[in-house]
């Protein structure tokens, strides 16, 4: 799960995502928040906030972490279809 999860971090798509979540979650234009935003640090300090952990090593051990990244991982699978599997 955390080699994943690095792997997750590293994707330019999911830091897009991250991007679209949060002008949706706060009402922001791409004015205010452009994409590219987030970089792969603030993907996994985001991801491991999410998570409940401090470290990704501790989704190999902690289920209910590992469950956490499962549906956020599944959310933006889902976004992704929705973006036509691209941005």
Not at 15 to 20: I, K, T, V
Not at 52 to 80: C, D, V
Request: glycine content about 4%; hydrophobic content about 30%.
């Amino acid at each position: 799960m955390a080699r994943q999860a690095a792997m997750l971090c590293q994707d330019a798509v999911f830091r897009l995502y991250l991007d679209h979540r949060r002008r949706h979650k706060f009402n922001m234009t791409e004015h205010d928040l452009p994409d590219g935003t987030h970089d792969e640090q603030d993907a996994r300090d985001w991801l491991c906030q999410a998570c409940g952990i401090e470290s990704r090593a501790e989704l190999n051990h902690n289920q209910r972490a590992t469950a956490t990244f499962l549906s956020i991982r599944q959310r933006f699978n889902r976004w992704k279809t929705q973006q036509g599997g691209r941005p």
